[in-house]
């Protein structure tokens, strides 16, 4: 089925581990983002991509980075995990409306 | 203040209600406005995509857009068990990159 896919489904770290989470969308859209979802907070951007080859810092950019690899795959890495990452990762792909992958749950420890 | 307000919740309807969830927002260059659904453990899911003012129906689902009063709307006819989900109101800018998100409505419909 076309649409976003996010891998790891589940993940826990310990902090100061690094990782990094995978997104590819097949649907040919330009527009990527990253966004992480905590209890009372909603959705927060961290990174998005308006197309291949850019990458710009959204409302809670600190402690992540990202890359565009090509127009299917934009992922996320966690340098240095703290627990304050502890939560929910979404990525989206867009031609108008958002769609969404199934997340990723992080835990760091 | 945050950009968007949702009140979180939750509500609990009996089944065949009508459910009526609202977002205010502060900026008035807001000019898309989108309905998702989230199931537990789930992604969220659009539901309804509307430009600028008035009404979108589609289905049991009708959106409604008040921009002179800052205010979204989605109203659920007919409510069922399966409606039970989380719903998000998320809007943007013209020529806007990204959707800015209400923190979400917890609706429980009630056999």
């Known amino acids: 089925n076309a649409g976003v896919t996010q891998t790891p489904k589940f993940q826990v770290l310990k902090t100061g581990q690094s990782m990094t989470l995978q997104c590819a969308q097949d649907m040919n859209h330009n527009s990527m983002y990253w966004y992480r979802q905590d209890p009372g907070m909603g959705l927060r951007l961290i990174y998005y991509?308006?197309?291949?080859?850019?990458?710009d810092k959204g409302e809670v950019p600190n402690g992540y980075n990202v890359s565009r690899l090509n127009k299917r795959e934009f992922s996320l890495r966690l340098e240095s995990a703290a627990p304050s990452q502890t939560s929910v990762y979404f990525c989206?792909?867009?031609?108008?409306?958002?769609?969404f992958g199934s997340g990723t749950r992080l835990t760091v420890v | 203040q945050k950009e968007v307000e949702q009140d979180p919740g939750p509500l609990s309807v009996p089944e065949g209600a009508i459910v009526s969830l609202n977002c205010t927002y502060s900026?008035?260059?807001?000019?898309?406005f989108m309905w998702y659904r989230q199931y537990s453990r789930k992604g969220p899911e659009l539901l309804m995509y509307t430009y600028s003012s008035g009404n979108k129906e589609d289905g049991r689902f009708t959106a409604q857009v008040d921009k002179s009063s800052k205010y979204i709307s989605l109203f659920i006819r007919d409510s069922q068990p399966s409606d039970s989900a989380t719903y998000l109101c998320?809007?943007?800018?013209?020529?806007?990159?990204?959707?800015?998100f209400g923190t979400g409505t917890s609706l429980t419909v009630i056999p």
């Open positions: 900026n008035s260059a807001f000019q898309y």
């Open positions: 989206a792909s867009s031609e108008g409306g958002y769609t």
């Open positions: 998320a809007m943007r800018y013209s020529g806007g990159n990204q959707f800015y």
């Open positions: 991509s308006a197309s291949e080859g850019t990458t």
